[in-house]
């Protein structure tokens, strides 16, 4: 009896890749993982400490850096799996799909918290 591997849509691809190559992609996806981690928790700090900044915008960058977080764990999981589903047909990797995004995320946030402190009154 051969044992079913979870996502079906993944390890039902192709053929087995080196272990080593999938150990890691999914090293890659949990450095993405500790990532949204840190995103996540910016955006709780930043609420927590109650900044010296006006509220609606401090509230505002904190969900910004509360989404990212998320968007950056529910694309760790979908690029692991595009990434071992390639490796298992022998076929390019994929291109990152998310990095710009959350550079340009992160840059915004960051440029909103400057301005809260120097409109801060």
Do not use: C, K
């Amino acid at each position: 009896m051969t044992r079913r591997r979870f996502p079906d849509a993944v390890y039902g691809q192709g053929s087995e890749p080196d272990p080593r190559f999938s150990l890691a992609n999914e090293r890659t996806m949990l450095a993405w993982i500790r990532t949204s981690l840190a995103l996540v928790a910016a955006g709780v700090a930043l609420e927590a400490l109650a900044l010296p900044m006006h509220p609606t915008l401090r509230v505002v960058t904190a969900l910004s850096f509360i989404a990212l977080g998320a968007l950056a764990a529910i694309a760790a999981f979908f690029g692991w799996a595009r990434a071992e589903r390639a490796m298992r047909r022998a076929t390019p990797l994929p291109a990152p799909s998310i990095g710009l995004v959350l550079a340009i995320g992160v840059v915004g946030a960051a440029i909103a918290i400057v301005v809260g402190f120097a409109t801060w009154s």
